[in-house]
């Protein structure tokens, strides 16, 4: 049997071949089993997407720490959500897939940014419909605004005289049909690459989509290009595209453009057996959305996130061993260094992420406070924790409600 039905699991639950689900871990058919296999084992040497194991029931593929979508070339699409916790599970799909659509929107120099989640409605979509659905709202931004349109040099044979007549083919053309003129004149036309893009876009998704709000509007939208020339060599397109004042309205449209055009994903992946995958390690996600609503806080003027000033060791002066702190918060007097963790903490942090925040909070004079920031569940408690050394610095554990959008109890004291 060829199920061409959409999964959805969330972290930590998994596939295995089977007929019958057994909970949150879903029964596939054994082809598209082993094409997310062959995936997995492709991208192994540098990623783990998926956890291969194997049980009383055979194998399995565990989602990791990575979200988004697996589309197979046999038609089978995977969407692995976060695991945000106390969510009922009825909720827990949804309310997750919003979730990430939010902090998505925190992503730099993504096709995300200025999409108003609120007015998706998004219920019931699957995250590549909901993909599909962020860039035909671009799109229709972009027409209401009106596409861009270029004079282009066109050559004909006219029964009518227009623009710059060609001497030397009308002799060679038209010393019988006296009536017609060989001519080059200049057009003002919107056949130009980045509406070339945007039509191939359009054709492809048009194959892809399932909803049929998408596929209406996708419709609607192609006969605007209708007139506009195929393109077929995406890469070489995208390589004369030259980015303006000219075409600024195009940008976020472009970004969506090269994210199913040319598999332009957040998480580089190769392999034969996949048709399409946009994927996003959600320890990123999870910094770049705490340093977004930290930057928001009126009391912060100066956050760095990925600050890369201090070395751990030098050789003769030469840098090595680069410290990259995930947010640092610059004060008058104070610096205040945070790590953010993707992960359940159990009763206390581990000591490699202990050593890791000494580290940063020795290497920055100014600092006396480091925090691990990690994601709040029911068992989360904040501790304190003084290093003991000749300098005050001190390090607390607090936790960011993804639900609330706050932190839970305890903050970071600005």
């Known amino acids: 049997m060829n199920d061409k039905r959409d999964i959805t699991l969330t972290e930590y639950s998994s596939i295995f071949i089977g007929t019958e689900n057994d909970g949150k871990n879903i029964a596939v058919n054994k082809e598209t089993f082993e094409e997310i296999e062959t995936f997995v084992l492709q991208n192994s040497d540098h990623v783990q ?129 006296k009536e017609r003129f060989a001519v080059e004149y200049d057009e003002f036309s919107p056949d130009r690459i980045e509406n070339r893009i945007i039509k191939a876009t359009l054709d492809f998704l048009y194959k892809k989509c399932t ?32 980015l303006g004042r000219d075409i600024k309205n195009y940008e976020q449209v472009l970004k969506w453009c090269k994210v199913f055009l040319l598999n332009n994903s957040f998480s580089p992946y190769k392999g034969s057996e996949i048709a399409f995958a946009l994927l996003f390690d959600m320890n990123k996600l999870f910094e770049s959305y705490i340093g977004d609503h930290l930057r928001k806080k009126d009391e912060i003027e100066n956050l760095k996130l990925q600050d890369r000033e201090h070395h751990l060791a030098y050789i003769d002066r030469s840098a090595r061993f680069g410290l990259r702190p995930d947010i640092v918060i610059e004060k008058e007097n104070e610096i205040i260094v945070c790590d953010t963790k993707w992960k359940i903490m159990s009763k206390e942090p581990s000591q490699e992420d202990m050593y890791q925040l000494y580290v940063y909070g020795t290497k920055y004079e100014k600092c006396k406070k480091v925090y691990l920031i990690y994601p709040f569940v029911d068992s989360s408690n904040p501790l304190k924790y003084d290093f003991g050394i000749g300098k005050s610095l001190e390090l607390e554990v607090i936790y960011f409600d993804l639900q609330m959008d706050d932190f839970h109890g305890i903050g970071i004291e600005i």
């Open 49 to 177: 997407y998926l956890k291969l194991g194997q049980n009383k029931r055979g194998k399995f593929l565990q989602a990791q720490n990575y979200v988004g979508i697996i589309q197979t070339k046999s038609g089978r699409t995977i969407e692995i959500l976060p695991k945000i916790t106390r969510l009922d599970e009825d909720e827990d799909i949804e309310k997750s897939k919003k979730i990430l659509l939010k902090m998505l929107r925190t992503l730099k120099d993504s096709p995300f940014k200025t999409t108003k989640i609120a007015n998706l409605k998004v219920e019931k979509m699957t995250l590549y419909e909901i993909f599909i659905k962020m860039f035909l709202e671009e799109l229709s931004l972009l027409l209401k605004k009106g596409i861009k349109s270029n004079y282009i040099k066109k050559e004909d044979n006219l029964k009518y005289l227009k623009g710059r007549l060609k001497v030397a083919d009308q002799i060679k053309k038209n010393s019988i049909h």
């Open 211 to 242: 909803t049929l709000t998408n596929k209406k509007r996708i419709r609607e939208f192609k006969f605007v290009f209708e007139d506009i020339k195929s393109i077929y060599d995406y890469n070489s397109c995208f390589s004369k595209i030259k």
